[in-house]
């Protein structure tokens, strides 16, 4: 099994600035890396598939970086949307998530 | 557009078998380009894959459920579904019906049910 880490559990931004979001696998996953956000009540949104490549109408502030086993989610400028909780999802073998990062509001 | 909708019993009794279908609106999922797949969040908790299922009936299950889980597709009706036996308390959770992105199982989940709440309980 692939575990997978993310740091921090929680991250405080204001609003206008930078995040970013951490996720660590237990081996290597090349670049088979997802990023979800995901909502109260809602389901998870797909971001970032590929480690890199946004999926289909993700603003641009959103873009992941990443291969083998460090990975970062980075959101550019943050808007009132974004605050919620994050997941990284390893597919390199069968899928596993992290335990996910809540971007809160400072 | 594409649309999937989870159904099936809200409440299910320890030792019995939960059994949920996801019906798909808006496009096929004979395509030869996507799995599609379950996961499920229990309260308050993070994302588990429980399994994926490929239109020819290729299956993939997360070796800590493969035991007790079953998913099936029903060309003609366009759906799939979950079977899980033997549930526990530790199976409360929503179950999230999901399509993956890709023809190779199983990347990134590009478009998701809205979800059900399933409650294991006598």
């Known amino acids: 099994e692939i575990v997978m880490t993310q740091f921090p559990a929680t991250l405080s931004v204001s609003p206008g600035e930078r995040a970013t979001l951490s996720c660590r696998a237990s081996q290597s996953v090349s670049s088979n890396l997802a990023w979800y956000q995901q909502k109260p009540g809602q389901a998870p949104r797909l971001l970032i598939y590929?480690?890199?490549t946004r999926a289909t109408g993700i603003p641009a502030r959103f873009s992941g970086s990443g291969s083998g086993t460090e990975f970062t989610l980075t959101i550019s400028s943050l808007q009132s949307e974004d605050f919620a909780v994050y997941y990284c999802q390893q597919y390199n073998n069968w899928p596993s998530f992290g335990q996910g990062t809540k971007l809160e509001i400072k | 557009q594409l649309q999937l909708q989870e159904s099936g019993p809200g409440l299910v009794k320890p030792s019995e078998t939960l059994s949920l279908t996801c019906t798909v609106s808006g496009g096929s999922i004979s395509s030869s380009s996507y799995y599609w797949g379950w996961i499920r969040q229990p309260p308050g908790k993070g994302l588990e894959w429980i399994g994926s299922?490929?239109?020819?009936?290729?299956?993939y299950y997360n070796p800590s459920l493969k035991s007790r889980v079953t998913i099936s597709a029903d060309t003609s009706k366009n759906q799939f579904s979950l079977k899980l036996s033997s549930v526990t308390a530790a199976d409360t959770a929503v179950y999230y019906c999901?399509?993956?992105?890709?023809?190779?199982?199983?990347?990134?989940?590009?478009?998701w049910g809205q979800g059900t709440t399933v409650t294991v309980s006598s």
């Open positions: 999901a399509r993956h992105n890709g023809a190779t199982c199983c990347g990134g989940m590009d478009v």
């Open positions: 299922i490929y239109y020819s009936g290729s299956t």
């Open positions: 590929g480690a890199s």
